[in-house]
């Protein structure tokens, strides 16, 4: 009876091993990838993930939006592993990443972005040199008869300083001029979209994979020069005068799940989710 017994418990025993090995194996934690940073890049960020995911269930991606300045602070802090910037990286930044690491951070040019001034569909001004942009957006020009267009008041929207967009636009469009203070500051692209699809007098700008519902603004350098749109073919001549390259930023040299992850963005698929979110491939 105690052999018996005994046999039993060893059966029983066995059957739990092989269980736990089981289960141990269906639920083994996923190895999980966290993104941080661009609001321009979240939905971009966000499409990568899904369909990398699809593919590799056994990888978690994690993605969250903040602003370029919130994930560069992130990846110095080390509480994430991709940084998603819409605008390079500082030297101050580069240096605190290496006082903390001993490198100055691995830069991946992952997409472009024709930078977009946002205008109202029914807003009858089609063009603006930079100029005038700037004339705009530093309080200098403060109604739309001004740049041709009707007798009203231009509202301003645009980003919060946190933003790789906000400091982009300033730096290249606004020579590094103040925002006027009367510019309304918002948490994102799509919010600037909707204000100023929603304004007959607004104006806004932002990424190219958030224009919808809304009239993109031919820009020119200067007023004697040829306007252009920010199409695919035209940022990737360079004859779009607002055009960027959005980044990836990592502490180190990745490897393995990080590098076959990074790898797949810059390949034929990842770059196939650029051009449908509305950006335009590197590759």
Same mark, same amino acid.
């Given at each position: 009876?105690?052999?018996?017994?005994?046999?039993l418990?060893?059966?029983?025993?066995?059957?739990?091993?092989?269980f736990?090995?089981?289960?141990?194996?269906?639920?083994?934690?996923?190895?999980?990838i966290? #993104?941080? %940073? +661009? @609001?321009?890049?979240?939905? *971009?960020?966000? =499409?990568?993930?899904?369909?990398?995911?699809?593919?590799?269930?056994?990888?978690?991606?994690?993605?969250?939006?903040?602003?370029?300045?919130?994930?560069?602070?992130?990846?110095?802090?080390?509480?994430?592993?991709?940084?998603?910037?819409?605008?390079?990286?500082?030297?101050?930044?580069?240096?605190?990443?290496?006082?903390?690491?001993?490198?100055?951070?691995?830069?991946?040019?992952?997409?472009?972005?024709?930078?977009?001034?946002?205008?109202?569909?029914?807003?009858?001004?089609?063009?603006?040199?930079?100029?005038?942009?700037?004339?705009?957006?530093?309080?200098?020009?403060?109604?739309?008869?001004? #740049?041709? %267009? +009707? @007798?009203?008041s231009?509202? *301003?929207?645009? =980003?919060?300083?946190?933003?790789?967009?906000?400091?982009?636009?300033?730096?290249?469009?606004?020579?590094?001029?103040?925002?006027?203070?009367?510019?309304?500051?918002?948490?994102?692209?799509?919010?600037v979209?909707?204000?100023?699809?929603?304004?007959?007098?607004?104006?806004?700008?932002?990424?190219?994979?958030y224009?919808?519902?809304?009239?993109?603004?031919?820009?020119?350098?200067?007023?004697?020069?040829?306007?252009?749109?920010?199409?695919?073919?035209?940022?990737?001549?360079?004859?779009?005068?607002?055009?960027?390259?959005?980044?990836?930023?990592?502490r180190?040299?990745?490897?393995?799940?990080?590098?076959?992850?990074?790898?797949?963005?810059?390949?034929a698929?990842?770059?196939?989710?650029?051009?449908?979110?509305?950006?335009?491939?590197?590759?």
């Amino acid at each position: 009876m105690k052999t018996m017994n005994n046999n039993l418990t060893l059966k029983i025993a066995a059957a739990f091993l092989v269980f736990a090995a089981v289960v141990g194996f269906v639920f083994a934690p996923a190895e999980t990838i966290t #993104v941080k %940073g +661009s @609001d321009t890049m979240v939905q *971009l960020a966000q =499409r990568w993930a899904e369909k990398y995911m699809q593919q590799h269930p056994e990888v978690n991606i994690q993605v969250t939006g903040g602003g370029s300045g919130t994930g560069i602070s992130a990846l110095i802090n080390g509480t994430t592993d991709i940084c998603d910037a819409s605008r390079p990286m500082k030297d101050a930044e580069k240096i605190k990443l290496r006082e903390r690491y001993g490198s100055t951070g691995i830069e991946i040019r992952t997409a472009k972005d024709g930078l977009t001034v946002y205008l109202n569909e029914g807003n009858s001004v089609k063009e603006l040199s930079f100029e005038q942009i700037r004339g705009i957006y530093t309080g200098k020009i403060k109604n739309w008869k001004e #740049v041709g %267009g +009707s @007798d009203a008041s231009i509202i *301003l929207y645009g =980003r919060e300083n946190n933003s790789g967009t906000y400091v982009f636009f300033k730096e290249r469009v606004l020579n590094n001029e103040d925002y006027a203070s009367s510019t309304q500051t918002l948490p994102g692209t799509a919010a600037v979209v909707n204000a100023v699809s929603h304004d007959p007098n607004g104006i806004g700008y932002g990424g190219a994979g958030y224009a919808k519902g809304i009239k993109e603004c031919l820009v020119k350098l200067t007023d004697g020069d040829q306007s252009y749109a920010p199409t695919a073919e035209n940022v990737a001549s360079g004859k779009y005068p607002i055009t960027r390259f959005l980044y990836i930023y990592l502490r180190q040299k990745p490897s393995g799940v990080l590098q076959d992850y990074i790898k797949w963005i810059l390949g034929a698929e990842g770059q196939s989710v650029v051009k449908n979110a509305g950006f335009f491939p590197v590759r």
